[in-house]
């Protein structure tokens, strides 16, 4: 069986949500569909989950929110509208908004996450009852009643893992598709709790993992992944195949195709992940695997990334010292601290991390710490840095990849800050000035997609 994610553009409107049940019922494979809240229409548009945040921090800041309430209906109402189910839906859809905008908002996060998963919430209910409609057999399974358990961890919550075996069951039991809503489940003690922005993705891999499924696959509006950013270099190279390990590397350095979480629970038991697009079924999309059988070139894709800095520290004959770069590293811990990456000379390490969270506060505090506790003698540090990522499986069995890399940037006159590759050999990462970044991905991806 194949479990099915619909994100927010393909569920924006009526002529989408026609689309994604036909898609539904054209495979009968296809028996989990995951539905996110209804997304943008235009580029100008405002997603339900961006109305229901603005209603619930109405209510919160002591006005009506009928103004916003309004503009949460009128989405709903517009798409069953011209559905034909708005006499049927839209009763309980208004009664449901109501009588959550009337709930406490003492626990503000608390109240900002039952208001958020009323979309995707409702937007299920609202698909089940288009499938009532045209004759076709679909039920529609709350969360809570699935067994979907999250910590309460409001707007960031975790699947706690004993949810797999009740979803598992609870979803078997059903024999027509399941219609799901993304992107929340609840706490123990009963309430809404919803994974961070964009987790109906995470949901998906979820029920994918408990059901074990042949394939997740997650619809979106893009034909596939593509090797680069497509807002960078114009008809970039498709990727047919990728794998988890590869994908993980590209997402880390700015590819968003997938929640960053949502990749972990299919990987668990290797389920594939398919991305596919509503727009354009017959679109193969991109397969995410554990290993892949088909390799077109020795590197998969490029990215990069704003907004990192390095500390760089030098001491004479550091590596005589033992445990030094573990009393650095107990430091950072100490002032919470997390870092990224961690490339080293004979006597310097330069600790990478991200921009926010190595405030300047946070450096003068480090600083006085190293040179005062372990006698560093320099100490410095570079912000404003971009990390370019080259990634590719067959890159750990090819010679002269990453030099190819480098040449291709030096040519194109781009100072290289730092070099970092891990023990995959599946990636090699370059430290750019920010401003360099775009130029580089592109100049690197002419090198190993454009000669
Ligand atoms: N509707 C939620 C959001 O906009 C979750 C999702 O679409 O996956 O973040």
Request: some cysteine; aromatic content about 8%.
């Amino acid at each position: 069986m194949k479990v099915c994610k619909f994100g927010g553009s393909s569920l924006a409107n009526a002529e989408q949500i026609r689309k994604v049940c036909d898609i539904m019922l054209s495979d009968p494979d296809r028996r989990v569909m995951v539905v996110s809240a209804p997304g943008k229409r235009t580029r100008e548009d405002i997603k339900v989950t961006d109305l229901l945040i603005a209603l619930a921090n109405a209510r919160i800041s002591g006005y009506d929110g009928e103004v916003e309430k309004q503009a949460v209906l009128n989405r709903f109402e517009s798409i069953a509208q011209e559905l034909g189910i708005a006499a049927d839906v839209m009763p309980a859809i208004t009664e449901n908004i109501e009588s959550l905008m009337d709930q406490d908002c003492q626990n503000s996060l608390k109240y900002l996450d039952a208001l958020k998963a009323a979309g995707e919430d409702n937007c299920a209910r609202l698909v089940a009852a288009y499938f009532v409609k045209i004759g076709r057999d679909a039920q529609y399974l709350n969360p809570g009643e699935a067994g979907m358990l999250l910590t309460n961890e409001y707007g960031n919550a975790q699947l706690l893992p004993e949810s797999y075996e009740k979803l598992a069951d609870s979803i078997q039991k059903i024999p027509s598709i399941v219609i799901f809503p993304g992107f929340f489940g609840y706490s123990a003690d009963g309430d809404v709790v919803t994974f961070s922005r964009g987790g109906s993705d995470v949901t998906g891999s979820i029920l994918a993992a408990a059901l074990n499924a042949t394939v997740y696959e997650n619809w979106t509006d893009v034909d596939s992944v593509y090797s680069v950013n497509p807002a960078l270099v114009r008809n970039p190279h498709p990727v047919a195949e990728i794998t988890y390990d590869e994908m993980r590397e590209l997402a880390y350095a700015g590819f968003t195709v997938l929640h960053e979480e949502a990749l972990y629970p299919a990987y668990t038991k290797s389920i594939p992940v398919n991305i596919r697009n509503t727009n354009n079924p017959l679109a193969r999309g991109t397969m995410i695997v554990r290993n892949r059988v088909n390799f077109d070139g020795i590197v998969t894709g490029i990215a990069g990334a704003k907004g990192f800095c390095t500390l760089n520290i030098y001491k004479y004959l550091m590596n005589r010292e033992i445990g030094f770069a573990v009393k650095i590293l107990q430091i950072l811990a100490e002032e919470c601290i997390p870092f990224e990456h961690m490339p080293s000379g004979i006597d310097s390490i330069s600790i990478v991390m991200r921009i926010n969270a190595f405030p300047p506060e946070k450096e003068r505090i480090v600083v006085k710490r190293l040179q005062e506790e372990l006698g560093i003698e320099r100490v410095s540090t570079s912000r404003n840095l971009a990390i370019v990522m080259i990634v590719g499986e067959a890159m750990a069995r090819t010679v002269g990849v990453a030099a190819r890399a480098a040449t291709a940037l030096s040519k194109a006159g781009v100072n290289l800050e730092l070099i970092n590759q891990g023990a995959s050999e599946i990636s090699v990462m370059f430290g750019v000035r920010e401003e360099y970044c775009n130029y580089a991905v592109k100049e690197l991806y002419k090198e190993f997609f454009q000669r």
